[in-house]
């Protein structure tokens, strides 16, 4: 069975500061995977996605992540924090095509704060 | 806007009582999906259409739980004889055809279970 594990539960960083938020996954094939952005109220966004080929990523909002199969990892980065960039972030992975495409397994979040 | 569109945004019920949500996807996406948020953790697959054909749905998908499309546009999702377990936020999303890995989410239905 798939799983997700995003190991920190709250990151705190500075207005300005890089950020990464890591994400640990279990699947058996090649997977999917995703980062999502939700904001209080609000829906989960998109913010960027794998499926195969070049293993770093680059998303909406400045974000980049890069998939690491030998850690199993897929971790998101931002080079500078906005304080607009607070909110819950989730790693999602999914299999692949077909009836599975759109059925993702998701870590339970981080949660960003971003200090002024 | 022309987003996916839940109502209502809050539910609060008394338990034993049934709810009912309603969806709205994008207008061209094909494939329909219901997800559950409970506090601190990531949304989990409830069930999922492609038109108005339910494919799959989660062993979280008790009886007490249906899900309809009837003609492949909207969606409702009803919960009978609602349990204290049940409150959650209901998630809906949508998916295209041609990208149906990218998930567009709507804002959520919260359910309270009093």
């Known amino acids: 069975a798939q799983s997700v594990t995003q190991p920190d539960i709250h990151i705190t960083v500075s207005e300005g500061a890089s950020l990464e938020l890591r994400c640990n996954y279990s699947?058996?094939?090649?997977?999917?995977l995703f980062w999502y952005v939700q904001s209080p109220g609000q829906g989960l966004q998109l913010l960027l996605k794998?499926?195969?080929?070049?293993?770093l990523v680059q998303g909406i909002k400045g974000f980049e992540a890069e998939f690491k199969r030998s850690q199993s990892s897929f971790n998101l980065r931002k080079p500078s924090v906005h304080w607009s960039d607070a909110a819950e972030y989730f790693c999602a992975v999914g299999a692949h095509g077909g009836g599975n495409a759109g059925k993702s397994t998701f870590g339970d979040g981080t949660t960003l704060t971003v200090k002024p | 806007d022309t987003g996916v569109s839940q109502n209502p945004r809050h539910k609060i019920t008394k338990r034993g009582q049934n709810v009912t949500f309603r969806c709205d996807p994008i207008s061209e996406h094909n494939r329909l999906y219901w997800y559950r948020q409970t506090l601190g953790q990531g949304p989990e697959f409830l069930t999922y259409f492609q038109n108005e054909a339910q494919l799959e749905k989660s062993r979280l998908l008790s009886d007490r739980f249906s899900a309809e499309r009837p003609k492949g546009s909207f969606s409702t999702l009803e919960i009978q004889r609602t349990e204290q377990g049940d409150s959650a936020m209901y998630l809906c999303a949508s998916s295209s055809r041609q990208n149906n890995e990218k998930l567009f989410f709507g804002s959520g239905t919260q359910l309270s279970v009093l």
């Open positions: 699947y058996g094939a090649t997977p999917y």
């Open positions: 794998y499926f195969s080929g070049d293993t």
